[in-house]
């Protein structure tokens, strides 16, 4: 069966960067557009960032512009999440995401419903 594994989560001090990984098996990786998400205590899960199956597009949700860069090896089957320049509000569990994303529209690649599959979540804590 599908697997989404995720690592590199941890506690950091403001200012500082982290590098979280996701371990595709199963997938035919190359043909899913592949997310991260994060989940705030007692917050709803919203998209972080999104790389389309080439990689040849990404999307960034607004308070992690120019910090953070998401980036995949389809040789692989692995998806990276470089987060720099923390701050306390990134502290969240952080979800790797699969789906088909049949296009690149907003709506369809921030919307949780469009990707099928999800892996446990690894803790990023941004603290001094």
């Known amino acids: 069966q599908v697997q989404l594994v995720e690592s590199g989560g941890g506690v950091v001090q403001p200012g500082g960067s982290l590098r979280l990984s996701c371990a595709a098996s199963e997938l035919d990786f190359s043909r899913y557009g592949m997310a991260w998400f994060r989940q705030a205590h007692g917050k709803e899960r919203d998209v972080v960032a999104v790389?389309?199956?080439?990689?040849?597009?990404?999307y960034y949700t607004g308070p992690v512009k120019g910090r953070f860069t998401i980036s995949r090896d389809n040789a692989r089957d692995m998806v990276y999440l470089q987060m720099n320049s923390l701050k306390p509000e990134d502290t969240a569990v952080y979800y790797c995401?699969?789906?088909?994303?049949?296009?690149?529209?907003?709506?369809?690649?921030?919307?949780?419903?469009?990707?099928?599959?999800w892996g446990q979540g690894t803790q990023v804590t941004v603290s001094s």
């Open positions: 995401a699969a789906g088909r994303l049949m296009d690149f529209t907003l709506d369809r690649i921030t919307t949780s419903r469009t990707y099928s599959y």
């Open positions: 790389v389309s199956w080439s990689g040849g597009n990404t």
